[in-house]
């Protein structure tokens, strides 16, 4: 059961955006870039038009999945994609970052180089292991998967952190021995005979009974104060594009082959399989709930000093 809530959840009272607004308000915002999954929803969001319908015109600005988030922190973008357990660490050094809609459902898995007899993390100590920056939600995640097997990221493992295309290029060489990494890469590499040892979601899911909502959208505090209704457009775009992937995964994922490096038939069944329950498509008390206990999890294990000492969720009524 969701335990309750131990952080209040900040209330913006305001109205529904009408369906004719009289006005088109502008938000940029921090995108990973096309090829992921995020990626896709931003993509989805200008191809259909998404954000016009919501009175939005949404400008989409492409970065690597850390520098999402660093982008957001330095003002480079009005909004973006933020993990949960960053978006906490900076608030206790003073950014009063808010997250106020749904991202997505852990997708990391830890991928394993053609006959590698590992089954488990402990098999891994010592290893080339490749991941993302620290503020990523893959770093995050790992870490704290990580310690709940009494192991230590920085300690017991031989770290590279680096952008997606590098790890990827390092891996190919053998300069790696697992890399952990999202979807759809993760689909590419295992179609090319390289082991899937461990989906970092399942995992969560074994010992806590919850998925492992590790990422949403964010903002500064004082940019929701003053784009409310431009957040509250922002949070409607959002949902209806997850909810047009969710509707029709295979055309979608069939309009965007390219981006998605879809090589076969194989892939596009697997990633039409998996895509969809990336996404969630609601934000509400019990997803705060459970993006809360990522965070008391993260404290208990000491990888974060404390729990936020501001709301961090927002709640757009």
Do not use: C
């Amino acid at each position: 059961m969701l335990r309750a809530l131990t952080m209040a959840v900040v209330a913006l009272t305001v109205r529904s955006a009408a369906a004719a607004p009289a006005a088109t308000e502008t938000v940029v915002f921090a995108s990973p870039s096309p090829g992921t999954a995020v990626g896709l929803l931003s993509q989805v969001i200008k191809e259909k038009r998404l954000d016009e319908r919501n009175g939005l015109v949404l400008e989409v600005k492409y970065f690597d999945p850390a520098a999402t988030e660093q982008a957001v922190v330095l003002r480079r973008a009005d909004a973006g994609v933020f993990p949960v357990v960053s978006a906490a660490r900076v608030n206790l050094i003073g950014e009063k970052i808010r997250l106020f809609a749904p991202a997505l459902i852990n997708h990391n898995s830890i991928v394993l180089q053609k006959g590698s007899a590992a089954t488990r993390l402990s098999d891994l100590k010592g290893k080339r292991l490749g991941t993302l920056d620290r503020i990523s939600m893959t770093y995050t995640s790992l870490a704290v998967i990580a310690k709940m097997q009494g192991l230590d990221l920085d300690q017991d493992f031989k770290l590279t952190l680096s952008p997606p295309p590098v790890l990827m290029a390092l891996f190919s060489r053998g300069e790696l021995d697992a890399l952990v990494i999202f979807e759809p890469l993760v689909t590419r590499l295992v179609s090319e005979g390289h082991g899937e040892m461990m989906r970092l979601d399942r995992f969560w899911r074994e010992q806590t009974g919850q998925f492992m909502l590790a990422l949403a959208i964010g903002a500064h505090e004082d940019w929701l104060k003053s784009h409310g209704g431009a957040a509250r457009k922002l949070f409607r775009t959002v949902i209806d594009a997850m909810t047009v992937i969710q509707e029709s995964p295979k055309t979608i994922l069939q309009e965007h082959r390219q981006s998605l490096l879809i090589e076969n038939d194989e892939q596009l069944k697997r990633l039409t399989e998996r895509m969809p329950r990336l996404y969630t498509a609601r934000w509400d008390r019990a997803v705060i709930d459970n993006m809360s206990s990522l965070l008391k999890k993260n404290v208990e294990l000491g990888l974060l000093k404390a729990m936020p000492k501001d709301e961090i969720f927002v709640i757009l009524d």
